[in-house]
């Protein structure tokens, strides 16, 4: 069973910064075969997909954050990264990671992945 566990969350003041983890439990190989992405949800909104990459580390992102946003994949340590800066307060949501060992058509849309963590809340403040 495939568990990710994200973390790294918190609040912060309008152009600061944070850096999401999610920890995947499973083998090197098996997290290198991974597509992964990072998706949001604020309250009364529907779930948008924020940055994706490939298992061969092809990065996608959203308009909305391209310049702000990085997506990274560790698979030495099996864990997906956010880099998140010039953070605004539309940034404010409830981020999620997901992954699936499966081929990715649209990777900023949900219905491809197949593995989904608990998800961290970031609070950007104005």
């Known amino acids: 069973q495939v568990q990710l566990q994200e973390s790294g969350g918190g609040s912060v003041q309008a152009g600061g910064s944070l850096r999401l983890s999610c920890a995947a439990s499973v083998t090197r190989y098996t997290f290198s075969t991974f597509s992964m992405g990072w998706f949001r949800q604020a309250p009364g909104k529907e779930r948008e997909g924020v940055a994706a990459i490939g298992n061969h580390g092809s990065p996608t992102y959203a308009d909305s954050v391209k310049g702000r946003f990085t997506i990274s994949k560790d698979n030495a340590e099996t864990t997906l990264y956010l880099q998140m800066n010039s953070l605004k307060a539309e940034d404010t949501a409830m981020y999620y990671c997901?992954?699936?060992?499966?081929?990715?058509?649209?990777?900023?849309?949900?219905?491809?992945?197949?593995?989904w963590g608990q998800g961290t809340q970031v609070t950007v403040s104005s």
């Open positions: 997901a992954a699936t060992g499966t081929v990715v058509v649209w990777p900023l849309e949900g219905r491809d992945y197949h593995y």
